[in-house]
């Protein structure tokens, strides 16, 4: 667990970044690690085997891995855990938030791969996010919305949503601690959205757009930058850093601008990871995740990686202490 002086320390990564390893030869075969032995850990969504995992950067080795099939959910609600496209670390890194193309969105503890919490809001989920209440939210694409799911402790399954909100192409949710708001990025703009915290009837509302700017027509990923009171967002054509105390929009220093699926920051020494397809044509996978100048820092052959996180806290959208 990342203690409160990292948080404080924690720098950005636009103008820093380590020194460009090569990666090493004879990465292609999967070897283990401990998690607790781990020391800069990654999460990948990995489609090619419908499955989260989390890799020890500096040794490539697997610290941790999951499937629909490790925790008892029967063969039809497996499959909507198939292509899987994010996973971000939640309550104190305990537990990891899912969704997946395939329909699913699910909370499961680290431990013991328990499923705490899931469902099927359908239309290609592709973010989710914890509210304060412990209600989660979804955002679903080409469903063009977000789902507010009630959670129970008493049963994981929860057959259907308390609230839905139409938003366009919804691909990403962030819930931002100091401005009590959920953010969501959506065609060109990007919405301010209050919560009414009624975990029993909770509701969406939006507050407020602001508009990216011109030349963009799809926003994808949305990302705080830790230590910062930034997020990064991407479009399909442009990345970009969004001050939340000014409600101003700035350019990225990055390799390449456009089709970026995720961002990632950590801490000091961690570099900023990015996830872009390289798998030509309509693909949207990579066998490897890069940093800000384009330096490779995974690679592993066969591997279909649609997102990729770092396993930190997140001071951004949750408290120090943040447990279920």
């Known amino acids: 667990m990342l203690v409160a002086v990292c948080?404080?320390?924690?720098?950005?990564?636009?103008?820093?970044?380590?020194?460009?390893?090569?990666?090493?030869?004879?990465?292609q075969t999967?070897?283990?690690?401990?998690?607790?032995k781990a020391t800069k850990v990654m999460i990948l969504t990995e489609q090619s085997k419908n499955r989260i995992l989390m890799i020890d950067?500096?040794?490539?080795?697997?610290?941790?891995?999951?499937?629909?099939?490790?925790?008892?959910l029967s063969v039809s609600e497996?499959?909507?855990?198939?292509?899987?496209?994010?996973?971000?670390p939640v309550y104190n890194r305990t537990c990891v938030l899912v969704t997946a193309s395939g329909g699913g969105v699910a909370l499961i503890r680290i431990a013991d791969k328990k499923v705490l919490f899931y469902a099927k809001p359908g239309g290609n989920p592709h973010s989710a996010e914890v509210l304060p209440d412990k209600n989660i939210v979804v955002a679903s694409s080409t469903g063009n919305l977000l789902s507010v799911y009630v959670y129970n402790e008493d049963a994981s399954y929860v057959s259907k949503p308390a609230f839905t909100m139409p938003v366009y192409s919804a691909h990403n949710v962030v819930w931002d601690?100091?401005?009590?708001?959920?953010?969501?990025?959506?065609?060109?703009?990007?919405?301010?959205?209050?919560?009414?915290g009624n975990r029993t009837a909770p509701e969406l509302s939006q507050v407020y757009s602001y508009d990216m700017g011109t030349g963009n027509t799809m926003a994808h990923d949305l990302a705080p930058v830790y230590g910062e009171e930034t997020m990064y967002v991407t479009t399909v054509e442009h990345v970009y850093k969004f001050d939340c105390k000014t409600a101003k929009f700035s350019d990225v220093q990055i390799f390449q601008q456009k089709d970026i699926k995720s961002l990632s920051t950590g801490p000091e020494g961690y570099s900023t990871i990015v996830m872009?397809?390289?798998s030509g044509g309509s693909n949207w996978w990579s066998a490897?995740?890069?940093?800000?100048?384009?330096?490779?820092?995974?690679?592993?052959?066969?591997y279909q990686i649609y997102k990729a996180r770092w396993y930190v806290e997140n001071p951004f959208g949750y408290p120090e202490v943040h447990t279920l």
Not at 10 to 21: L, N, Q
Not at 63 to 68: H, I, L, S, V
Not at 177 to 196: E, P
Not at 290 to 298: A, E, Q, S, W
């Open 78 to 88: 497996q499959a909507w855990f198939n292509t899987p496209d994010e996973a971000k």
């Open 57 to 72: 950067q500096p040794t490539g080795k697997i610290a941790w891995e999951w499937k629909a099939a490790d925790s008892g």
């Open 7 to 27: 948080y404080l320390s924690a720098c950005s990564k636009d103008e820093e970044e380590g020194p460009y390893v090569p990666w090493r030869p004879g990465d």
């Open 276 to 278: 872009r397809p390289t």
């Open 30 to 36: 999967e070897e283990t690690i401990d998690l607790d």
């Open 288 to 302: 490897e995740v890069c940093d800000l100048g384009g330096n490779r820092l995974f690679n592993r052959a066969g």
């Open 177 to 196: 601690r100091t401005r009590n708001c959920l953010w969501t990025a959506t065609g060109a703009q990007l919405l301010k959205l209050s919560y009414n």
